[in-house]
């Protein structure tokens, strides 16, 4: 179990997107406050009812009722992590921005293990240790995408999507245009390649309790390949630095 002890002072925005996810959000939550009481000496929890159409809102509003540390926002439509994770960096008050899918599917564990780790680094980056639990063209998705971003952006790191734990400031320097799931590796390829360091901390998913995962659907699968495109454009032809600002580090 992490040291509290040597942590404590470090303070997590953490988004939560949920889209119907009325038979998940409460336990994520759950996770959530109990790692950030035992890892973090502060934190808020930002969810994100991401157009839903079950009872998602209802339950999220009940829960900020119940914890002054919540706080919701009501998507109109649905919009997409990327988008909420960009709006999540905006309103965000703490050191560091966290993102925790509200469909329960990173084990408790595990999300002490990403704040236990937090402020060893500008970022901690989130890789899984049992990649077989997933569905078999989840795997191979996941590898293949992996190996791709290393390749063509001459990284060597272990997950690209992950529920990585980041400095806001450094966020909020650069731009976060993707919608798709591919939001987390635009901000990842950006900041390390502008010199960002980071850790990377194992983590664990468990078998969704209620409903199924939106990832693998073909619309998200083209989303993402044409994000990465559009990011491999910037980053070699538009003159991205590749050192961060010397007063942000």
Known sequence: MPNSKVL????????????????????????IVAAAGLCLGDYEILIFNDGSTDRTGEIAEALAKANERI???????NRGLGYNYRKGVEIAQHEFVGMIPGDNDIA????????????????????????????????????????????????????YNGPNVIKRCLLKRIPLTAD??????????????????????????????????????????????????????????RGVKRRLDPFLL
């Open 108 to 159: 408790a564990e595990s999300i002490r293990d990403l704040f236990g780790r937090t402020g060893a680094a500008d970022i901690v980056i989130a890789y899984h240790v049992a990649l077989e639990t997933r569905p078999r063209l989840r795997q191979i998705l996941s590898t293949g995408f992996t190996l791709i971003m290393n390749l063509i952006f001459g990284f060597n790191i272990k997950y």
């Open 71 to 77: 706080r919701v926002v009501h998507n109109g439509a």
């Open 8 to 31: 404590s002072n470090k303070s997590v925005s953490v988004i939560v997107p949920a889209f119907n996810e009325e038979g998940n959000l409460s336990e994520t939550v759950r996770a």
């Open 180 to 237: 798709d799931f591919a939001f987390m590796a635009e901000a990842l390829v950006q900041l390390l390649q502008r010199g960002a360091s980071y850790v990377e901390v194992g983590f664990k998913v468990q078998d969704r309790k209620y409903g199924q995962s939106k990832a693998l659907k073909i619309f998200n699968i083209f989303n993402v390949a044409f994000s990465v495109a559009r990011l491999f454009f910037r980053v070699n032809f």
